[in-house]
């Protein structure tokens, strides 16, 4: 069975920073591209960072672009997101997600970061 | 604003057919990126439930169907049941942002 735990999610004040850790079962990590979306209370998702399975790639929405990165160690099938100079708008539930062929098929229960 | 438009809401009764549209624009859809939908129950994450456009995932009931023409694509959803209240997103790729998009959500209310 596919599972993917976040964890790290919490209370704090603006311009604080704060690391989402989100480990994952079921599948070969290895082989995974990895991505975070999140979603504001009452709102949509919204992608934010995803990495490639050997991490040379990374991307991000310009919404976090330069305050927030992404990595991920192979070894402990973990996926990591380091949230810096967090703002009231960062303020919703993180989800770590597998991408295949353009899609997010697998999804974590999320961890809620509230900037505030 | 959302880069994929959805209408916020619809609703059917039970064993009636619903669809819900999803537009893009020439980034996304209109490039042919594909589609895909995701159902969001109440309080939990949202769960794969059409990829490349019109593929169901194994274990997805074959009451939801995808389509897509063009820059627009639909979710239809025929024999309505209770337990398919949910809010509905779309999904692609945009090339002119570099990021993965979803639409506004539509929320299916079965009367």
């Known amino acids: 069975e596919v599972q993917l735990l976040e964890s790290g999610g919490d209370l704090v004040q603006p311009g604080r920073s704060l690391r989402l850790s989100c480990v994952v079962s079921?599948?070969?990590?290895?082989?995974?591209?990895m991505h975070w979306v999140r979603q504001a209370p009452g709102k949509g998702p919204e992608w934010i960072s995803g990495i490639s399975w050997d991490s040379s790639i990374k991307n991000y929405a310009d919404s976090v672009k330069g305050r927030f990165t992404i990595s991920r160690d192979n070894s402990k099938n973990s996926l990591f997101l380091d949230l810096t100079s967090l703002r009231p708008e960062d303020t919703a539930t993180y989800y770590c997600?597998?991408?295949?062929?353009?899609?997010?098929?697998?999804w974590g229960r999320g961890t809620p970061v509230n900037v505030s | 604003q959302s880069v994929l438009t959805q209408p916020p809401s619809v609703s059917g009764a039970p064993g009636q057919r619903i669809t819900i549209s999803c537009t893009g624009t020439?980034?996304?859809?209109?490039?042919?990126?594909?589609v895909h939908w995701y159902q969001q129950l109440p309080g939990t994450a949202p769960k794969l439930l059409i990829y490349?456009?019109?593929i169901r995932p194994s274990g997805v009931p074959d009451r939801f169907s995808g389509s897509r023409s063009g820059a627009s694509a639909s979710l239809a959803v025929t024999g309505l049941q209770v337990e398919d209240e949910a809010d509905y997103y779309c999904?692609?790729?945009?090339?002119?942002?570099?990021?993965?998009?979803f639409g506004g959500g539509t929320k299916l209310t079965v009367l």
């Open positions: 020439s980034s996304n859809l209109g490039t042919n990126f594909d």
């Open positions: 079921g599948f070969i990590y290895d082989d995974a591209a």
């Open positions: 490349n456009n019109f």
């Open positions: 997600a597998r991408k295949r062929d353009g899609c997010f098929d697998h």
């Open positions: 999904q692609s790729y945009d090339s002119s942002l570099s990021a993965w998009v």
